[in-house]
């Protein structure tokens, strides 16, 4: 059923009435919070089923109009630029370390969640460091010098696209900014050391296990079923503290399981899964871009990830706003929490 102009006006003056203040016409709907009773602190889980039906719509609504899109395509260029520097700790702390099984291991794991083009980027540069270790420490300290710049502005440039989904303008110093900027990338590379960490020490994990026990097929299973949870979990922890910290917004409460974190996380595996998909099936980049297909994969990933991740800042800033409208405060425009001063 289309809705008139008139009838939208009616359905405000409705519930203006039952909130005792008109609505806003620039008020993102649906608003259902309005005809529902108060609650003193309001969790996430306190909210009701429409409050639910009305975040997913206010956010992708808000997701058009903050243009999200755009905002992704800048945060996977900074981020693309980012990625020598950590491959120069990376390659830098293989050369050290690892040795070729290490490299075939970790590049076996990160094709489950990468583009294969992407991956054989990535498996270029450790297998030739891997050969000279002499360069090894020098490349660490180097690495770590040009990661704390480059990482720090990805990620204050990632602060101001999150700001856009809570409607903020950023209040907070320069070296507030950076600290925080630094934190954030804490949490991503926690996030990612935990996951692909893990991922790539557990089928070695699970094979000694296995040969000890006299049980090898049983452990190689059990760890097949597990490794999924480990990087599911690795992704909550770097996406729930890049959305706590980034924007600009004194948030009430960390929450590890936060709305925006969990479809953040769920947008990323399976917008990575189709489109590696497509890439090893239907892409024909190779053939277009030749040797820049790499790099063009790479930053389409990286495209797909920021759009997932300022998705779940646009959800987590509705579910805010279903927060403060069922206590009563006027956050029908306006999100109420205050900022990071």
């Known amino acids: 059923m289309r809705i008139t102009g008139q009838s939208r006006a009616d359905e405000q003056v409705r519930d203006g009435e039952e909130t005792g203040r008109p609505i806003p016409d620039e008020a993102p709907e649906p608003q259902p919070e309005h005809a529902e009773p108060e609650l003193g602190d309001p969790g996430v889980s306190d909210l009701s089923k429409r409050d639910y039906i009305a975040v997913a719509k206010r956010a992708a609504k808000e997701s058009l109009n903050d243009h999200i899109t755009n905002l992704a395509a800048a945060l996977a260029y900074y981020g693309f630029l980012a990625i020598p520097s950590i491959l120069l700790i990376a390659v830098g702390v293989f050369s050290l370390v690892a040795g070729p099984d290490t490299v075939s291991s970790l590049v076996e794991q990160l094709g489950k969640v990468m583009p294969r083009e992407a991956v054989d980027l990535v498996e270029q540069s450790l297998t030739t460091m891997t050969q000279k270790q002499s360069q090894g420490a020098v490349l660490v300290g180097i690495g770590g010098l040009l990661a704390l710049w480059s990482m720090g502005g990805a990620m204050q440039n990632l602060q101001w696209a999150l700001n856009a989904a809570y409607d903020r303008e950023e209040t907070r110093g320069f070296v507030k900014r950076r600290l925080t900027a630094y934190l954030m990338f804490v949490f991503v590379a926690v996030g990612l050391t935990l996951a692909f960490g893990l991922l790539v020490l557990g089928p070695q994990l699970s094979e000694w296990l296995g040969n000890a026990s006299g049980q090898p097929t049983m452990f190689k299973v059990v760890w097949w079923v597990a490794q999924w949870p480990i990087l599911i979990g690795g992704l909550l922890i770097a996406f729930a503290g890049v959305l706590y910290l980034g924007p600009n917004i004194?948030?009430?409460?960390?929450?590890?399981?936060?709305?925006?974190?969990?479809?953040?996380?769920?947008?990323?595996?399976?917008?990575?899964?189709?489109?590696?998909?497509?890439?090893?099936?239907?892409?024909?980049?190779?053939?277009?871009?030749?040797?820049?297909?790499?790099?063009?994969?790479?930053?389409?990933?990286?495209?797909?990830?920021?759009?997932?991740?300022?998705?779940?800042?646009?959800?987590?800033?509705?579910?805010?706003?279903?927060?403060?409208?069922?206590?009563?405060?006027?956050?029908?425009?306006?999100?109420?929490?205050?900022?990071?001063?």
């Open 250 to 341: 004194d948030h009430p409460r960390w929450q590890f399981l936060s709305f925006g974190a969990v479809v953040a996380g769920v947008i990323w595996l399976l917008a990575s899964g189709a489109f590696a998909f497509y890439v090893s099936q239907f892409g024909s980049y190779n053939k277009t871009w030749g040797s820049l297909s790499a790099v063009v994969i790479m930053l389409t990933w990286l495209w797909l990830g920021a759009l997932a991740l300022l998705f779940g800042a646009e959800v987590n800033a509705e579910a805010e706003r279903s927060r403060e409208l069922r206590r009563g405060e006027p956050a029908e425009v306006e999100l109420q929490a205050p900022t990071k001063d």
